[in-house]
């Protein structure tokens, strides 16, 4: 069993900047390949970023050039910056795990809001 606790969400202006934190509870990131997706209402869940255990990185074409997904793994811990946030970035955020044909591990969620 891998435990995911994700933090860092909020309540932040449009043009600012948000980190979230996915904490895992044992080291995995090896041989893991960690994702962020979000869920607005009324859309399906989409990927956001990606993270191979041998650190190559993917995005949804509507982050790139504003988020960035890096990972720590001395504190099992993968990290998504967020910059130039947008309203259509509001979301609920999910961190997940997945290795090979297991299935995935999930986080609890993290709202994302971003208004004036």
């Known amino acids: 069993q891998v435990k995911l606790v994700e933090s860092g969400g909020g309540l932040v202006q449009p043009g600012g900047s948000l980190r979230l934190s996915c904490e895992a509870s044992?080291?995995?990131?090896?041989?893991?390949?960690m994702g962020w997706y979000r869920q607005a209402p009324g859309k399906q869940r989409e990927l956001v970023a990606g993270i191979s255990s041998g650190g190559s990185t993917n995005y949804a074409d509507s982050v790139k050039g504003r988020f960035t997904v890096t990972m720590d793994n001395a504190k099992n811990t993968v990290y998504l910056q967020m910059n130039s946030l947008k309203p259509e970035d509001t979301a609920v955020y999910y961190c997940?795990?997945?290795?090979?044909?297991?299935?995935?591990?999930w986080g609890q969620g993290t709202q994302v809001t971003v208004s004036s």
């Open positions: 044992r080291s995995i990131f090896s041989t893991y390949t």
């Open positions: 997940n795990a997945r290795y090979g044909g297991r299935a995935p591990y």
